[in-house]
């Protein structure tokens, strides 16, 4: 499988040195982590580049950094990643993305998770990718169903790393066995 996938508009590649000051300043945004238990510090999220560059070296595929090809401009993460928490539906593989508010809006995180998708099925021989957010993540419920993903409410679930009574402890849970037509660039 390549280091780098591509899309018409975007790039999914590993991760550089020069993401981590881009990506601090995303995962500190308190509107991007909204739907997260708290932003993270600057130690949390470089800790977080490199628990996922030891998933690619584990899994062989991760949450790729995401830029716009035409300029080379960070704008965050798409990809795939291993469930690694007690779940009803685990064991699993997850289709995920965060990015910078400057890059809402594009169809971006729909178009970089198509190509993860694609990638996962095509490339890694997977059967079935699941994504899931907290019950009052709209942007990203919407990203899924974009996407051709299909809610399963029975999959519904309380997050076990999320304290009990947080406003985000409940989750939703999607599904794909087949990566919808087209070729992930739309």
């Not at 090809?69 to 995920?96: H, N, Y």
């Not at 990015?99 to 169809?107: D, E, F």
């Not at 899924?144 to 849970?173: N, Q, S």
Request: with cysteine.
């Amino acid at each position: 499988m390549p280091r780098t996938l591509r899309t018409d508009r975007l790039v999914l590649r590993r991760w550089k040195d020069g993401d981590r000051e881009p990506f601090a300043a995303l995962n500190a945004d308190p509107e991007v982590m909204e739907h997260f238990p708290a932003p993270l510090t600057r130690r949390e999220s470089d800790a977080l580049i490199d628990r996922i560059e030891s998933c690619f070296e584990e899994d062989g595929f991760g949450l790729w950094a995401l830029e716009i090809a035409d300029t080379g401009q960070f704008i965050g993460m798409t990809g795939l990643a291993v469930v690694r928490f007690q779940a009803p539906f685990v064991p699993a593989v997850e289709v995920g993305w965060r990015l910078a508010r400057s890059a809402w809006g594009h169809g971006y995180a729909a178009e970089a998770a198509r190509r993860a998708l694609r990638a996962g099925f095509d490339g890694f021989g997977l059967d079935e990718v699941v994504s899931f957010t907290s019950t009052t993540n709209l942007k990203s419920q919407a990203v899924m169903k974009r996407i051709g993903m299909t809610h399963d409410p029975a999959g519904d679930f309380d997050h076990p790393l999320v304290d009990d009574g947080h406003r985000l402890k409940r989750h939703v849970l999607w599904r794909m066995t087949a990566v919808p037509d087209g070729d992930g660039s739309a």
